[in-house]
């Protein structure tokens, strides 16, 4: 795992409301082991913040697998915990949700191909004849300019309007949309983080993105309803919608608004 530190601010000039930002990229099934532990080993060295408290958050694909329990204020040693079952936030990921069959596919694709391709000859012979009414001027002007004169080049400008006609528009299946996408769903995998999110009372949806501490609150949307928070904090992601690969993108964002207990928050 690589870590980077980009500065892209003058340290010399104070900024105020200042961002920071954490960003994972992907990696598959081993990058994502990679970054939970390197989240781990960041977590414990720095200083006077923890992973949990970046105010942007962006993953890709494995990364946006770990982004989102973090926005939530997931810390990464419970994220290492799912996978032997001795968290308290987090259910135990199992194999089969990270490994399950894309079923669905490879049942449909081929299916789908076989049925496409009977169809294309009587789909091309439907064309052909929803067409006709439309060349009948052209082929019969064609018809006895070539009887008129039989020769190649009347020939074809008779046969042309068939031919168009004929190879319509309609493109020939191809073997290769008989192929899934992918060997795997991911639809177990979005299941169990957004079973988990709403275990721990965590909203599945960047509009509603809040978080919430003793003395503090954050919140990106002045008109989203309070939730109740839970021991931690509020946050929200977006769900992952690919099915057949991990290639979802994920990216939350926190701006701070620091009032007292006894004072209203800004509306």
Not at 83 to 97: A, K, R, V
Request: hydrophobic fraction near 35%; aromatic fraction near 8%.
């Amino acid at each position: 795992m690589g870590l980077r530190i980009v500065q892209k601010s003058d340290l010399n000039k104070k900024k105020h409301h200042s961002k920071i930002a954490l960003v994972l990229a992907g990696g598959a099934i081993s990058g994502g082991a990679f970054k939970a532990g390197g989240l781990k080993a960041l977590n414990d060295f720095l200083v006077n913040r923890k992973v949990t408290d970046f105010d942007i958050y962006v993953g890709t694909s494995a990364g946006g697998f770990l982004a989102a329990p973090l926005a939530g204020g997931i810390p990464p040693e419970e994220i290492l915990k799912s996978l032997d079952g001795t968290s308290e936030h987090f259910s135990q990921l199992s194999p089969l949700e990270i490994y399950y069959p894309n079923w669905r596919e490879m049942l449909e694709k081929p299916l789908q191909y076989l049925f496409n391709r009977f169809a294309y000859v009587p789909n091309i012979l439907l064309d052909f004849f929803q067409a006709l009414p439309n060349i009948s001027d052209s082929l019969k002007k064609g018809f006895l300019k070539f009887v008129q004169e039989p020769n190649y080049s009347n020939y074809e400008k008779m046969v042309r309007p068939l031919a168009r006609a004929l190879y319509s528009g309609r493109a020939a299946p191809s073997v290769l949309s008989a192929i899934p996408t992918g060997m795997f769903d991911n639809h177990a995998l979005e299941g169990f983080l957004a079973e988990n999110m709403k275990k721990n009372h965590l909203s599945n949806h960047f509009k509603v993105l809040k978080r919430s501490s003793v003395g503090t609150r954050r919140t990106t949307s002045p008109s989203a309803k309070p939730c109740k928070p839970p021991p931690r904090c509020l946050a929200s992601t977006s769900r992952f919608a690919s099915r057949a690969s991990i290639t979802s993108t994920g990216a939350c964002s926190r701006r701070p608004t620091s009032i007292s207990p006894s004072k209203k928050a800004p509306s």
